[in-house]
């Protein structure tokens, strides 16, 4: 039997359904994994996806090309080609499946799996409703577990992706020199990370108190590790990608990040995560799924649950209020100091 699982938003969002795809594979071999463009390229990091199709949700991105009946056939046709006997669609609770298995249907798939809260008529074989609040990676694995799908005997079900061993020559010099500390400023949500100011006060602070920091974002956010990095660290900003990202993630020591796709990077490749999170969505759902995982930041704060994605109180103070001592003694636990 041959399956394809789909997430069709960010990276981090797929890297999270890491452990409910090795579940599926476990019964149905290597799966087809159907992703956004924010998510594609973590879709082909995952261990058990043996292809990626990328495909532009309208109800899911912004930015997304207008849903027209040629853009919706140029998915149909490429699932009829692939000609799947089972489709689980993965999804964040304020999502509905039903548009994405409207179109599996359309395309022929027999059998259609999803977590819905909406009455999904004959769209779904499998209308499974999770438990609230629940990490979730477990609530990714709830779906397939009701499927009959489990992970293989041995299998932790921690996050995982594959790690390359070699990275380019510049990146391999720098991360083979001396130990080092992450710290990644970007969020794609702004609530969710510190202001530039307060970042580059914790980066000094970090290289003050004897730690070597590499500051890592994407091609993007090459702006903002610049002025995070300064004088003080290494700026790798627009200078990874998310395969050699892992990679030089797997070889730091800690890395420091707020709630976005690369803390579910970082907890992927077993790395320690010191996670500066925003409580504008619950850490119990969203917290890097690791064993060696830190939460600083106020998780009272007025935006607490709020989903904003600016900071609707002054001085960002669930984030920003996260003092030196603080941060360091959590890099502390994980880290030891280079001086």
């Given at each position: 039997?041959?399956?394809?699982?789909?997430?069709?938003?960010?990276?981090?969002?797929?890297?999270?359904?890491?452990?409910?795809?090795?579940?599926?594979?476990?019964?149905?071999?290597?799966?087809?994994?159907?992703?956004?463009?924010?998510?594609?390229?973590?879709?082909?990091?995952?261990?058990?996806?043996?292809?990626?199709?990328?495909?532009?949700?309208?109800?899911?991105?912004?930015d997304s090309p207008e849903l027209t009946s040629g853009h919706v056939e140029?998915?149909?046709?490429?699932?009829?080609?692939?000609?799947?006997?089972?489709?689980?669609?993965?999804?964040?609770?304020?999502?509905?499946?039903?548009?994405?298995a409207l179109i599996g249907r359309m395309a022929g798939v027999p059998w259609?799996?999803?977590?819905?809260?909406?009455?999904?008529?004959?769209?779904?074989?499998?209308?499974?409703?999770?438990?609230?609040?629940?990490?979730?990676?477990?609530?990714?694995?709830?779906?397939?577990?009701?499927?009959?799908?489990?992970?293989?005997?041995?299998?932790?079900?921690?996050?995982?992706?594959?790690?390359?061993?070699?990275?380019?020559?510049?990146?391999?010099?720098?991360?083979?020199?001396?130990?080092?500390?992450?710290?990644?400023?970007?969020?794609?949500?702004?609530?969710?990370?510190?202001?530039?100011?307060?970042?580059?006060?914790?980066?000094?602070?970090?290289?003050?108190?004897?730690?070597?920091?590499?500051?890592?974002?994407?091609?993007?956010?090459?702006?903002?590790?610049?002025?995070?990095?300064?004088?003080?660290?290494?700026?790798?900003?627009?200078?990874?990608?998310?395969?050699?990202?892992?990679?030089?993630?797997?070889?730091?020591?800690?890395?420091?990040?707020?709630?976005?796709?690369?803390?579910?990077?970082?907890?992927?490749?077993?790395?320690?995560?010191?996670?500066?999170?925003?409580?504008?969505?619950?850490?119990?759902?969203?917290?890097?799924?690791?064993?060696?995982?830190?939460?600083?930041?106020?998780?009272?704060?007025?935006?607490?649950?709020?989903?904003?994605?600016?900071?609707?109180?002054?001085?960002?103070?669930?984030?920003?209020?996260?003092?030196?001592?603080?941060?360091?003694?959590?890099?502390?636990?994980?880290?030891?100091?280079?001086?």
């Amino acid at each position: 039997m041959t399956a394809v699982v789909a997430r069709l938003d960010s990276a981090g969002d797929v890297l999270i359904t890491g452990p409910a795809v090795r579940a599926v594979a476990s019964r149905h071999g290597p799966v087809v994994f159907v992703a956004g463009p924010r998510g594609s390229e973590a879709a082909r990091l995952l261990p058990a996806v043996a292809d990626v199709i990328e495909w532009q949700a309208p109800w899911v991105d912004f930015d997304s090309p207008e849903l027209t009946s040629g853009h919706v056939e140029s998915l149909v046709k490429q699932l009829r080609d692939v000609g799947p006997d089972r489709m689980f669609i993965f999804t964040s609770f304020h999502q509905s499946p039903l548009p994405l298995a409207l179109i599996g249907r359309m395309a022929g798939v027999p059998w259609i799996g999803a977590i819905s809260e909406d009455y999904p008529g004959t769209l779904l074989d499998l209308r499974h409703h999770a438990e609230p609040g629940v990490p979730e990676p477990e609530r990714a694995l709830s779906l397939v577990n009701a499927a009959g799908c489990a992970l293989p005997s041995g299998d932790d079900g921690a996050l995982r992706v594959d790690v390359a061993s070699a990275l380019p020559p510049d990146l391999d010099e720098i991360t083979r020199v001396a130990p080092y500390v992450v710290f990644h400023p970007g969020a794609a949500v702004p609530a969710r990370r510190p202001t530039v100011g307060r970042s580059a006060a914790m980066v000094h602070a970090l290289t003050a108190a004897g730690y070597r920091v590499l500051v890592t974002g994407d091609h993007s956010e090459h702006a903002l590790t610049a002025r995070v990095a300064g004088d003080a660290a290494v700026d790798l900003g627009g200078r990874t990608s998310l395969a050699t990202l892992a990679t030089v993630y797997a070889r730091s020591r800690v890395v420091v990040v707020p709630n976005t796709g690369p803390a579910h990077l970082a907890a992927a490749v077993g790395t320690p995560v010191v996670s500066l999170f925003a409580p504008v969505v619950p850490a119990s759902q969203w917290l890097p799924y690791g064993r060696n995982v830190i939460r600083l930041g106020d998780q009272t704060a007025p935006c607490r649950l709020t989903r904003a994605r600016q900071c609707p109180v002054p001085g960002h103070p669930c984030l920003d209020g996260i003092t030196d001592a603080e941060m360091l003694a959590a890099v502390d636990q994980y880290g030891g100091r280079t001086t």
